[in-house]
């Protein structure tokens, strides 16, 4: 079966660009989170989406929005890029308690 | 607030021998807990889990034991294989509360010497 899959795997922006990133959760799950990942730090929570309503928010300002689609697909995204919003972004479905984890988009801000 | 903490950043371990790290949380409406490994320009794969109404939970060379009373948690790793080789979060969540927002510890990097 095919796992947590996000795309593009790379990108380059500039400070105030836009950026979509994207993610299709593993066949069967519902529910779809987003996560920053800073070098040296764990993850930190964005946002939970489960069955396109949003279930969670964490402690990120109003240029991060994400939304789910009816194939439980997913969105997230940025506008007003800052150098600070450079990151590993990371998806993760569920089923249940547990979250499987997508490979991940490196987004850099120049 | 560091609500979940890895405070050894890093351990090695020989090959063959027992890795033991190490996980203490603040939250205590935290109730289901997890390891990740993660690999270099990989996602974090998911190891182990265990609720709160249990104390331990096995799955093959893996262990993570829970004491709710210390708020800590430690993954055992026996034996230890150069494949190990990874960083490794522990994570927490409070489902009761905040449904599946995981947070994540700052990860210990394990390495296993042949």
Known sequence: ?110 | DQQVKQNSPSLSVQEGRISILNCDYTNSMFDYFLWYKKYPAEGPTFLISISSIKDKNEDGRFTVFLNKSAKHLSLHIVPSQPGDSAVYFCAASAEKSSGDKLTFGTGTRLAVRP
């Open chain 1, 1 to 110: 079966d095919a796992g947590v899959t996000q795309s593009p795997t790379h990108l380059i922006k500039t400070r105030g660009q836009q950026v979509t990133l994207r993610c299709s959760p593993i066949s069967g799950h519902k529910s779809v989170s987003w996560y920053q990942q800073v070098l040296g730090q764990g993850p930190q929570f964005i946002f939970q989406y489960y069955e396109k309503e949003e279930r969670g928010r964490g402690n990120f300002p109003d240029r991060f929005s994400a939304r789910q689609f009816p194939n439980y697909s997913s969105e997230l995204n940025v506008n007003a890029l800052l150098l600070g919003d450079s990151a590993l972004y990371l998806c993760a479905s569920s089923w249940t308690e547990t979250q499987y984890f997508g490979p991940g988009t490196r987004l850099l801000v120049l």
